[in-house]
């Protein structure tokens, strides 16, 4: 039985590949490509005369039970994609799953991703993040997955195309206001290379009078905890002070605690919420 590498490719620098990654495209049997037009040129750059087939999404059902058979006979097959890691936003995760499903060894030799470079570049909080990827074209999973990351407090990050990015901004706008921090990243690791940080507000005004070229990684912040704190507290405010008490005296609280939490509900001292009930009683 064979094993399927899922190979790590160039974003855009072809000096950005590993030395373990070129030697497994040249040990293989078969490379499996995204494209196999833009493959060979980094193929040929190195000097590799590996066997080259297709596997994209149009053909990935077809070409992904053709590659399981040639594994299962015992070939090794490297995937790799236009440029970065196989699997991530891309058919690669399909292949993987079939040969997950047959028992057929995968393995991963890692190297360069847009998503983690745009990252790093960004300026934004790092230490804990969510990968969306490209948002979905179907109108009303679009706006699910708008509604699901309003109160997301992981930094964002998403791929866009240039086309699109103009719509996409405008909706992220609309869904987390137009205040949030961003990075707009494009041309990741080539000549003309380019982060633009602003506001989702300012990177609009900008890519209005400059659209952008290429594939873009676009970070955005997530939402403020004092942000959330604040929305919760102002929801407790339409309640009265003996409403809110009522409220988890109703839950089983004692009158000690049910004070104690009301307090913290609105950001107020217990000593505040005590004055203020003996005040009306």
Known sequence: MGTLYLCATPIGNLEDITLRVLRVLK?????????????MKLLNHYD????ITSYHEHNKRKKGQILVEKLLEGQDVALITDAGTPGISDPGEDLAVLCHE???PVTALPGAAACVTGLTLSGLPSRRFVFEGFLPMDTKERKLCLDRVKEETRTLVFYEAPHRLQRTLEE???????ERKAALCRELTKLHETVNRATLEGLIEQMASQPPRGECVLVVEGKDYREIQKEEQEKWEEFTLEEHMAYYES???????????????????????????CVKE
């Open 251 to 277: 839950q089983g609280y004692t009158k000690k605690d049910a004070m104690k939490q009301v307090a913290k509900d609105r950001g107020v001292g217990k000593r505040d919420v005590y004055q203020k009930l």
């Open 48 to 51: 590799i005369h590996t066997p």
């Open 27 to 39: 040990e293989v049997d078969l490379i499996a490509a995204e494209d196999t037009r833009n493959s």
């Open 172 to 178: 992220l706008r609309q869904a987390l206001g137009g």
């Open 102 to 104: 047959q028992g057929i």
